[in-house]
């Protein structure tokens, strides 16, 4: 039972380079989202999907874009790789009713930007 | 926009004892959900205890337990006959109850346990 898997585990960039995190999950949430955390800091919004084809942002949404092609697929995307982006990007899922329901998030991706 | 605040950093406390983590949060919601997450070293996300709004009585989940004082929009955490694989970051996070089930966190407080 796999659970939320994210690839790759970790990650160093330049400045500039691009590159994507792939985020599956294997519970058929209709809900999944992108959480980065900074040294010393709680988790942050990116960005969120409530459906196949539908993403919408979140609380710290800049220089980042995210697909949700497959409903069990959410990709996050960095265009231009920044130093400010160094963090670890936690996955996360859940089911669409309107209780409150359980997140799972996955291991976290560590990316460092030199 | 609603806030989680977690006043203290740190937190120490001695094993088998008891500790309590503080957590208040800011909303203008009526109906939304409360948890506790832990956070240890390998940085995965644990749920540890989860709090609905609408109801009155608090949380328990073996030794996590919480305190939701609605009015005072405060939430703490105590863990009782502490281990020490409870030595971990806590966070505090809050869910609206509409659709979305985004969380917003606070800080975090870092619990060691002393042997």
């Known amino acids: 039972n796999a659970g939320v898997t994210q690839t790759p585990k970790f990650r160093v960039l330049k400045t500039g380079q691009s590159m994507t995190l792939l985020c599956a999950q294997d519970?058929?949430?209709?809900?999944m989202y992108w959480y980065r955390q900074d040294p010393g800091m709680g988790l942050r919004l990116i960005h969120y999907?409530?459906?196949?084809?539908?993403?919408a942002k979140g609380e710290v949404p800049d220089g980042y874009n995210v697909s949700r092609l497959k409903k069990q697929n959410f990709l996050l995307g960095l265009e231009s790789a920044a130093p400010s982006q160094t963090s670890v990007y936690f996955c996360a899922s859940s089911f669409r009713t309107v209780y409150g329901n359980t997140i799972y998030f996955g291991e976290g991706s560590w990316l460092t930007v030199v | 926009a609603q806030t989680v605040t977690q006043s203290q950093p740190e937190m120490s406390v001695q094993e088998a004892e008891t500790v309590t983590l503080s957590c208040t949060y800011d909303?203008?919601?009526?109906?939304?959900?409360l948890f506790w997450y832990k956070q240890p070293p390998s940085r995965q996300m644990i749920l540890v205890i989860r709090q609905e709004a609408y109801k009155q009585q608090n949380a328990t989940e073996n030794r996590f337990s919480v305190n939701f004082q609605k009015a005072a929009k405060s939430f703490s955490l105590k863990i009782s006959d502490s281990q020490l694989g409870d030595a971990a970051m806590y966070f505090c996070?809050?869910?609206?109850?509409?659709?979305?089930?985004?969380?917003?966190f606070g800080g975090g407080t870092r619990l060691m346990v002393k042997p």
């Open positions: 996070a809050y869910s609206r109850g509409d659709a979305g089930n985004m969380l917003t």
């Open positions: 999907s409530v459906g196949e084809g539908t993403t």
């Open positions: 519970m058929n949430h209709e809900y």
């Open positions: 909303t203008s919601e009526s109906d939304y959900y």
